[in-house]
């Protein structure tokens, strides 16, 4: 191990990573490391979610998992024993075989209604030095840390939702990891793919940020167009997000351009888990519309017009304990 890795694995501990050579997709020694994945298969306009959130527990590391699936308003979750998160690699497991991920696969089986099974290819991952919060990424002892690391690539694998085989092949991926002292007590959260060019991908996300004593609201997004990756977190951009729970206005400028998204949720949302790691149980207070409508313009030294029909849009709060 390298003066550098050493350094680096003691300072992820505190939930932080180096600004330089500080990798965030191994586990953090966090009470609560998630991990998500969102497929966008646009030809036959359809969404799948796959998430894992590794626990941990005087009695041992459990996990919150869940396959969720639109159109049909299919979602399965389980409470999984033997959760292990690498601290070398990103790699993560639960349940004796129920669950596995790494940077190229991912497996859940929750029954034989419940169960996907997918690789990922030609994957474009996160460019810059510091993570998705920005400055905030290097910051240690916060209470949560968020970092979109794969913005686009394609997926060819099946899954088995209620009693529909979904083949997946070419579909779109996303795919970020949170983490921190659990969730904060509010949050709000959108992804969408799907515009009229599969290059084009946007994120954003928001909560109360706590550090000790303080606390303050903070949003921040990011945008890829092509080759061009923008990241909006304070303090280089101002970042502002509002949601109702049915409508998601986000304006942020910084880097010299202006970003707006206005989303919208149609149909019935999904109700995802949150885990509550102290009490080793989940907890539905988590909204997302899984197949949500988003306008986004982008103007200033990058510009673009798009809209999409398949966006995530969520707002959630963490539960009493």
């Known amino acids: 191990m390298t003066v550098l890795s050493l350094v680096d694995a003691v300072y992820r501990r505190t939930g932080a990573n180096l600004p330089i050579g500080g990798d965030p997709l191994p586990w953090h020694h966090a009470e609560m490391e998630g991990y998500f994945w969102r497929v966008t298969d646009v030809v036959?306009?359809?969404?799948?979610?796959?998430?894992?959130?590794?626990?941990?527990?005087?009695?041992g590391d459990w996990a919150t998992v869940a396959i969720a699936a639109e159109p049909g308003g299919f979602i399965r979750s389980a409470v999984l024993d033997g959760a292990v998160s690498s601290a070398k690699r990103y790699a993560v497991s639960a349940g004796d075989g129920a669950f596995h991920a790494d940077a190229s696969h991912v497996h859940i089986d929750l029954g034989d209604d419940a169960r996907a099974d997918f690789a990922l290819d030609d994957l474009v991952l996160w460019p810059r030095?510091?993570?998705?919060g920005g400055v905030f990424s290097a910051l240690p002892f916060l209470g949560q840390y968020w970092h979109p690391h794969v913005l686009g690539g394609e997926v060819n694998g099946v899954a088995q939702v209620g009693g529909a085989t979904w083949m997946l092949d070419g579909a779109q991926i996303y795919a970020e990891k949170n983490?921190?002292?659990g969730f904060p007590e509010?949050?709000?959260?959108?992804?969408?793919?799907?515009?009229d060019r599969a290059d084009v991908c946007v994120a954003f996300g928001?909560?109360?940020?706590?550090?000790?004593?303080?606390?303050?609201?903070?949003?921040?997004?990011v945008v890829r167009v092509g080759a061009h990756v923008l990241r909006f977190a304070p303090?280089?951009?101002?970042?502002?997000?509002?949601?109702?729970?049915?409508?998601?206005?986000?304006?942020?400028?910084g880097h010299g351009c202006r970003?707006?998204?206005l989303g919208e949720g149609r149909g019935e949302p999904h109700i995802l888990p949150v885990p509550l790691p102290a009490l080793r149980r989940n907890a539905d207070t988590d909204t997302e519309y899984l197949c949500g409508s988003v306008q986004m313009e982008i103007s200033g030294r990058l510009k673009y017009s798009g809209h999409s029909e398949m966006a995530g849009l969520e707002i959630g709060h963490r539960p009493p304990e």
Not at 186 to 195: K, L
């Open 44 to 59: 036959n306009h359809r969404v799948l979610v796959v998430l894992c959130g590794v626990n941990r527990h005087p009695d």
């Open 129 to 132: 030095l510091l993570g998705g």
């Open 179 to 181: 983490w921190g002292a």
């Open 186 to 195: 509010r949050w709000w959260w959108g992804q969408a793919q799907g515009f």
């Open 206 to 221: 928001g909560g109360a940020l706590t550090a000790g004593r303080l606390s303050a609201s903070v949003s921040g997004a």
């Open 235 to 253: 303090p280089l951009s101002r970042v502002r997000c509002e949601t109702d729970g049915q409508q998601w206005e986000v304006v942020a400028r």
């Open 259 to 261: 970003l707006r998204l």
